[in-house]
Protein backbone atom coordinates (compact mmCIF):
# COMPACT_ATOMS: atom_id res chain seq x y z
CA UNK A 1 0.00 0.00 0.00
CA UNK A 2 2.59 2.30 0.91
CA UNK A 3 4.20 1.77 -2.42
CA UNK A 4 1.35 2.81 -4.57
CA UNK A 5 0.89 6.22 -2.19
CA UNK A 6 4.25 6.80 -3.14
CA UNK A 7 3.97 6.49 -6.73
CA UNK A 8 0.87 8.26 -6.39
CA UNK A 9 2.14 11.04 -4.58
CA UNK A 10 5.37 11.30 -6.81
CA UNK A 11 2.86 11.37 -9.72
CA UNK A 12 1.01 14.03 -8.45
CA UNK A 13 4.19 16.08 -7.59
CA UNK A 14 5.76 15.55 -10.71
CA UNK A 15 2.51 16.72 -13.01
CA UNK A 16 2.13 20.09 -11.14
CA UNK A 17 5.76 20.79 -10.60
CA UNK A 18 6.92 19.46 -13.89
CA UNK A 19 4.79 21.52 -15.75
CA UNK A 20 5.04 24.92 -13.58
CA UNK A 21 8.82 24.06 -14.14
CA UNK A 22 8.04 23.59 -18.18
CA UNK A 23 6.42 26.84 -18.67
CA UNK A 24 8.82 29.15 -16.29
CA UNK A 25 12.14 27.46 -17.99
CA UNK A 26 10.63 26.60 -21.29
CA UNK A 27 10.67 22.93 -22.78
CA UNK A 28 13.95 22.75 -23.86
CA UNK A 29 15.33 23.55 -20.39
CA UNK A 30 13.27 21.55 -18.60
CA UNK A 31 13.95 18.33 -20.57
CA UNK A 32 17.53 18.66 -20.30
CA UNK A 33 17.14 19.21 -16.40
CA UNK A 34 14.62 16.39 -16.13
CA UNK A 35 16.70 13.81 -18.03
CA UNK A 36 20.26 15.15 -16.85
CA UNK A 37 18.75 14.33 -13.72
CA UNK A 38 17.26 11.29 -14.19
CA UNK A 39 20.28 10.01 -15.54
CA UNK A 40 21.74 10.82 -12.00
CA UNK A 41 19.69 9.66 -9.78
CA UNK A 42 19.57 6.17 -11.60
CA UNK A 43 23.35 5.65 -11.54
CA UNK A 44 23.38 7.10 -8.54
CA UNK A 45 20.91 4.55 -7.09
CA UNK A 46 23.09 1.93 -8.83
CA UNK A 47 26.08 3.18 -6.92
CA UNK A 48 25.03 2.96 -3.17
CA UNK A 49 22.51 0.14 -3.97
CA UNK A 50 23.74 -2.09 -6.82
CA UNK A 51 22.31 -5.47 -5.41
CA UNK A 52 18.71 -3.65 -5.77
CA UNK A 53 16.23 -2.75 -8.98
CA UNK A 54 14.96 0.36 -8.69
CA UNK A 55 12.95 2.97 -10.44
CA UNK A 56 14.06 7.05 -9.80
CA UNK A 57 11.41 9.14 -11.06
CA UNK A 58 11.11 10.94 -8.02
CA UNK A 59 15.27 11.06 -8.34
CA UNK A 60 14.52 12.83 -11.34
CA UNK A 61 11.61 14.91 -9.29
CA UNK A 62 14.21 16.13 -7.40
CA UNK A 63 16.92 16.85 -9.99
CA UNK A 64 14.20 19.69 -10.67
CA UNK A 65 13.97 21.47 -7.42
CA UNK A 66 17.79 21.21 -7.84
CA UNK A 67 17.65 23.04 -10.82
CA UNK A 68 15.15 25.28 -9.55
CA UNK A 69 17.59 26.38 -6.77
CA UNK A 70 20.56 26.70 -9.26
CA UNK A 71 18.25 29.39 -10.67
CA UNK A 72 17.12 31.01 -7.82
CA UNK A 73 20.82 31.01 -6.61
CA UNK A 74 21.60 32.46 -10.27
CA UNK A 75 19.11 35.04 -10.13
CA UNK A 76 19.90 36.32 -6.58
CA UNK A 77 22.24 37.96 -7.94
CA UNK A 78 20.29 40.34 -10.32
CA UNK A 79 20.23 44.01 -9.26
CA UNK A 80 16.32 45.21 -8.59
CA UNK A 81 16.08 48.80 -10.46
CA UNK A 82 12.09 48.90 -10.99
CA UNK A 83 9.33 48.34 -9.58
CA UNK A 84 8.68 45.12 -11.43
CA UNK A 85 11.82 43.57 -10.85
CA UNK A 86 11.78 44.04 -7.41
CA UNK A 87 8.13 42.57 -7.54
CA UNK A 88 10.33 39.31 -8.89
CA UNK A 89 12.95 39.10 -6.59
CA UNK A 90 9.73 39.22 -3.54
CA UNK A 91 8.23 36.42 -6.01
CA UNK A 92 11.54 34.40 -5.88
CA UNK A 93 12.34 34.31 -2.12
CA UNK A 94 8.49 32.98 -1.74
CA UNK A 95 9.65 30.11 -4.66
CA UNK A 96 12.49 29.53 -2.34
CA UNK A 97 10.68 28.76 0.25
CA UNK A 98 8.37 26.30 -1.68
CA UNK A 99 11.48 24.57 -2.90
CA UNK A 100 13.00 24.34 0.26
CA UNK A 101 9.92 23.02 1.94
CA UNK A 102 9.59 20.11 -1.08
CA UNK A 103 12.72 19.03 -1.43
CA UNK A 104 13.02 18.14 3.09
CA UNK A 105 8.88 16.62 2.75
CA UNK A 106 10.80 14.33 -0.77
CA UNK A 107 13.74 14.12 1.45
CA UNK A 108 12.03 12.69 4.64
CA UNK A 109 10.38 10.15 2.17
CA UNK A 110 13.76 8.65 1.27
CA UNK A 111 13.69 7.04 5.15
CA UNK A 112 10.67 5.09 4.38
CA UNK A 113 10.82 1.32 3.37
CA UNK A 114 11.34 0.82 -0.50
CA UNK A 115 12.14 4.35 -1.39
CA UNK A 116 15.18 4.74 -2.59
CA UNK A 117 17.37 7.79 -0.83
CA UNK A 118 20.54 7.50 -3.09
CA UNK A 119 18.28 8.17 -6.39
CA UNK A 120 16.66 11.16 -4.37
CA UNK A 121 20.45 12.62 -3.96
CA UNK A 122 21.81 11.84 -7.03
CA UNK A 123 18.98 13.52 -8.70
CA UNK A 124 19.67 16.84 -6.55
CA UNK A 125 22.97 16.81 -7.27
CA UNK A 126 22.66 16.72 -10.81
CA UNK A 127 19.97 18.88 -11.03
CA UNK A 128 21.48 21.96 -9.49
CA UNK A 129 24.97 21.30 -10.95
CA UNK A 130 23.08 21.08 -14.29
CA UNK A 131 21.02 24.08 -13.54
CA UNK A 132 24.08 26.12 -12.51
CA UNK A 133 24.94 25.35 -15.67
CA UNK A 134 21.87 26.43 -17.87
CA UNK A 135 21.43 29.44 -15.75
CA UNK A 136 23.87 31.04 -14.97
CA UNK A 137 23.60 33.50 -17.93
CA UNK A 138 21.31 35.29 -15.94
CA UNK A 139 24.02 36.67 -14.00
CA UNK A 140 24.81 40.17 -14.37
CA UNK A 141 28.11 40.29 -13.39
CA UNK A 142 30.36 38.88 -15.41
CA UNK A 143 32.97 36.85 -13.29
CA UNK A 144 30.22 35.83 -10.85
CA UNK A 145 29.04 34.33 -14.33
CA UNK A 146 32.00 32.90 -15.37
CA UNK A 147 32.48 31.31 -11.93
CA UNK A 148 29.33 29.68 -11.64
CA UNK A 149 28.86 28.83 -15.21
CA UNK A 150 32.31 26.69 -14.30
CA UNK A 151 30.68 25.04 -10.73
CA UNK A 152 27.79 23.94 -13.02
CA UNK A 153 30.14 22.42 -15.64
CA UNK A 154 32.66 21.10 -13.38
CA UNK A 155 30.19 19.78 -11.11
CA UNK A 156 28.03 17.98 -14.30
CA UNK A 157 31.19 16.78 -15.35
CA UNK A 158 32.77 15.23 -12.18
CA UNK A 159 28.95 13.59 -11.70
CA UNK A 160 28.61 12.07 -14.81
CA UNK A 161 32.09 10.78 -15.47
CA UNK A 162 32.60 9.27 -12.05
CA UNK A 163 29.30 7.59 -11.94
CA UNK A 164 29.49 6.14 -15.51
CA UNK A 165 33.02 4.96 -14.94
CA UNK A 166 31.91 3.65 -12.05
CA UNK A 167 28.92 1.79 -13.03
CA UNK A 168 30.48 0.49 -16.35
CA UNK A 169 32.86 -1.27 -14.61
CA UNK A 170 30.71 -2.69 -11.91
CA UNK A 171 30.15 -6.61 -12.32
CA UNK A 172 26.37 -7.50 -12.65
CA UNK A 173 25.75 -9.34 -9.06
CA UNK A 174 24.54 -13.12 -10.28
CA UNK A 175 21.22 -12.27 -8.36
CA UNK A 176 20.07 -9.73 -10.43
CA UNK A 177 20.96 -11.71 -13.87
CA UNK A 178 17.37 -13.17 -13.66
CA UNK A 179 14.62 -10.13 -13.23
CA UNK A 180 12.33 -12.70 -12.54
CA UNK A 181 13.83 -14.84 -10.40
CA UNK A 182 14.51 -11.71 -8.30
CA UNK A 183 11.26 -10.55 -8.27
CA UNK A 184 10.19 -13.90 -7.03
CA UNK A 185 12.54 -14.17 -4.52
CA UNK A 186 12.21 -11.22 -3.25
CA UNK A 187 8.50 -9.85 -3.18
CA UNK A 188 6.26 -12.93 -3.62
CA UNK A 189 6.13 -16.61 -4.69
CA UNK A 190 3.72 -16.49 -7.20
CA UNK A 191 4.88 -13.82 -9.13
CA UNK A 192 4.11 -15.14 -12.72
CA UNK A 193 6.90 -13.14 -15.02
CA UNK A 194 5.93 -12.87 -18.53
CA UNK A 195 9.82 -11.97 -19.65
CA UNK A 196 10.59 -13.63 -23.05
Known amino acids: ?11 TIQLETAS ?3 REWGSWRW ?3 YVASSYGS ?9 RTISVTSSGALMGLFGGKLAELFCRC ?3 AKNKQQKIGKQVRVGQLNGVLCSITFIGLFGFIPFIDWSAHVGGFATG ?4 LLLFSSFIDKLGVRVVSYCIGFCGTLALFYTLTVYVMKT ?9 CEYYQRRYWEDFSCTCA
Not at 1 to 8: G, K
Not at 128 to 131: D, E, M, S, V, W
Open 31 to 33: LLV
Open 77 to 79: FEV
Open 128 to 131: FFFG
Open 20 to 22: FFE
Open 1 to 11: MLVFFHLFLNL
Open 42 to 50: SVTSILMSP
Open 171 to 179: EVPEELIDV
